[in-house]
């Protein structure tokens, strides 16, 4: 049996990404529970492939799918509530310069995509490993003043990276996968921009509530309309940067990000010192 799934490749391919996927959950639940997940999913591809073929991997991957959903969410949910116990001040002003740094950093890989390849991809994850930090401490900042509006921070912390990850691992595949690396960014920005929104409301910020949504929009923005470039010209010509609205659109985005770092770098909770 073990001989089958290594000679099978749709097996092997699914391991591969199911593997991939679990980096999604905190550290301490992959090093606790990831080997036996990886080794149980691998016994139902078997069955699945042995039982049903393709459709049988089709469906299990719809399962399994959900149930990542549901679990990784519940995980970091969990999670969270400790950092927030653990989260001290000097945490959340390093979580803002990650958050600046990030920005400046995904905005030169947006860039560099069309020239150096390999250090563009490099540097989109780089920036996404700081973006999400940022997002974490924009939670632990502002989540009891927004409420649990602030869970779509969360969600985008998990399945940005989640997405780009997927998209990374598909691509050694299929090269039109390569369309979920740059989906991961897109998805990560859009949840800040509608946490951003619910902040025009309740104002959570101590100013400048509408820098979240400012620096959300600018990169989906641009990855729906390369969408349809691609649909006419190929995956290649994702994120071409040929135009005036193009570049005001990823400058305003950085300037944004940099600022929201900024302020919540400054936000943070003084600590306590002996009288």
């Known amino acids: ?3 089958l799934h290594v000679e099978n490749p749709l097996i092997a391919i699914s391991v591969r990404v199911y593997q991939a996927l679990l980096v999604a959950y905190p550290t301490k639940f992959q090093q ?3 080997p036996h997940m990886l080794q149980v999913f691998r016994d139902c591809c078997l069955r699945a492939v042995r039982r049903s073929g393709t459709n049988g991997m089709v469906r299990l991957w719809i399962v399994t799918l959900i149930d990542l959903i549901q679990t990784v969410v519940s995980e970091h949910a969990h999670k969270e509530i400790e950092m927030k116990k653990e989260m001290k001040p000097e945490d959340i002003r390093r979580a803002g310069w990650m958050l600046m740094a990030g920005g400046v950093i995904f905005v030169s890989a947006v860039y560099s995509i069309h020239t150096t390849w390999g250090l563009a991809m490099s540097l989109y994850l780089l920036s996404m490993i700081l973006l999400v930090i940022g997002l974490l401490g924009l939670l632990n900042r502002y989540s009891e003043k927004i409420g649990d509006s602030g869970s779509i921070l969360l969600i985008g912390a998990v399945f940005g990276p989640l997405t780009s990850i997927g998209g990374l691992v598909g691509a050694s595949v299929d090269e039109n996968m390569a369309f979920y690396f740059f989906a991961g960014p897109a998805g990560l920005f859009i949840c800040l921009s509608i946490f951003g929104l619910v902040a025009l409301y309740t104002k959570p910020l101590p100013r400048w509530n509408v820098l979240p949504v400012i620096a959300g929009l600018g990169y989906p923005i641009l990855f729906v309309a390369a969408f349809f470039i691609a649909e006419a010209n190929g995956w290649t010509s994702w994120m071409r940067i040929s ?7 990823l400058i305003l985005q950085g300037l944004a990000l940099i600022g929201l770092g900024y302020l919540l770098k400054s936000d943070a909770p ?3 010192t002996p009288a």
């Open 32 to 34: 606790e529970y990831g």
């Open 243 to 249: 135009n005036i609205v193009d570049h005001a659109l």
């Open 270 to 272: 003084q600590e306590l």
């Open 1 to 3: 049996m073990k001989h």
